[in-house]
């Protein structure tokens, strides 16, 4: 018999303890080997489906086995030393810690939904498995709280009682909280945009990409590659824009024609509205004019108006930019050109009396010199 602390242990308790821990480190030295075996195999489909799972399942699989192991040992060191104390706490720390691997594994699942739904190839919104996923997390939480207190005999129904009267006095102090809560809602409902879509923000000056849409903000990566974090209640108050679901792009031109081009003018028109007509990357289902539309200060105004037959900026800017060189071309074959700026400068004062033709001395010519010698 081994004695610790005036306490005696016979020896089997110490051949039992050893036996607990050491088929717990077997347990979690397969499931450790099985883990990596199944994550190095070859990525198809199914087995990115079970290395998901296991992935949310390892972690709390493995803490649970320590778990276990120590309720063990604890119950037999209890056996043997018949500590009250001890007893009285074993039983109610394994089922919170039940409960909470329990919860954690299920937290593991739930974030890896989109991923597994990702590889079933399901046709549904993403957004809505991400609601729905925050949605059943926020439960999850829940009723583990709520089995964790009654575990531990905490009043439960005194506990809401009081809860209720505290969320009144949060949520009053907490309104911009609660307004990004329901401005989140918003967006998964009305589905003003979706992540991975270009949105803009005209009256705050934001524009890029939707990365991320959380409970309080939604996370935007500009086009400089910056990140935006704008709380959700400014989507219930402000105007969004996303480009990529208008359906073209528009083109709207003012070509200048000098002002001694006017007889010209009439043919230069109607050819410029044949080749808008026949150009196979305009819309032709929507508006299209090629129009004078007045009297510049340097130039008789033409007005291209007509839309790109696509959504995407780059190919839309391909498309302007041969309309624009192929209304400079069609001028030119007409015998006219482009205008340029005039700019006058009228000098006042001294100085312009001084410059006035009549005081302005010319240089006399090689003649004339000569003449008066």
């Known amino acids: 018999m081994f004695s610790s602390g005036g306490i005696g242990f016979p020896h089997g308790v110490f051949l039992q303890a050893s036996m607990i821990v050491l088929a717990c480190a077997v347990l979690v030295a397969v499931l450790w080997l099985s883990g990596r075996l199944l994550i190095d195999r070859s990525p198809r489909q199914e087995e990115r489906l079970r290395e998901a799972v296991f992935r949310s399942l390892h972690s709390p699989m493995l803490a649970l086995i320590v ?37 954690w594994a299920g937290w593991n699942l739930l974030k890896s939904y989109p991923q597994l739904h990702r590889a079933h190839r399901h046709e549904l919104d993403p957004m809505i498995y991400d609601l729905a996923g925050k949605f059943a997390r926020l439960i999850l939480l829940t009723i583990a709280a709520l089995l964790i207190l009654r575990t531990l005999h905490f009043p439960i129904a005194s506990l809401l009682t009081v809860g209720g009267v505290a969320g009144i006095a949060i949520g009053f102090a907490a309104q911009g909280v609660v307004s990004n809560l329901f401005g989140a809602l918003v967006i998964y409902l009305d589905k003003p945009f979706k992540i991975g879509e270009w949105i803009v923000l005209p009256e705050i000056n934001i524009s890029g990409t939707v990365e991320h849409i959380g409970w309080r903000s939604t996370r935007i990566r500009g086009f400089d590659t910056s990140p935006y974090y704008v709380p959700n209640y400014v989507f219930n108050s402000h105007v969004v824009e996303t480009p990529p679901r208008m359906q073209a792009r528009r083109i709207q031109q003012t070509v200048p024609v000098r002002y001694v081009d006017a007889e010209r003018l009439p043919r230069i028109l109607k050819q410029l509205r044949t080749y808008i007509d026949q150009h196979p990357g305009i819309d032709h289902t ?22 790109a037959g696509t959504v995407q900026w780059g190919e839309s800017l391909d498309i302007q930019e041969d309309v624009l060189l192929s209304a400079a071309r069609i001028i030119r074959e007409n015998g006219g050109q482009l205008a340029l700026p005039i700019t006058r400068v009228q000098m006042q004062g001294p100085e312009s009396d001084a410059l006035s033709p009549s005081t302005i001395s010319h240089p006399q010519s090689a003649t004339d010199l000569t003449a008066d010698r």
């Open 286 to 307: 929507q508006s299209r004019m090629v129009n004078f539309t007045g009297y510049g200060t340097h130039s008789l105004d033409v007005l291209i108006y007509c839309f």
């Open 67 to 103: 778990v276990c192991g120590i309720y063990l040992l604890g119950m037999l060191l209890n056996d043997q030393a018949h500590l009250r104390l001890l007893g009285q706490v074993l039983d109610p720390a394994l089922h919170v810690g039940v409960i909470g691997m329990v919860a």
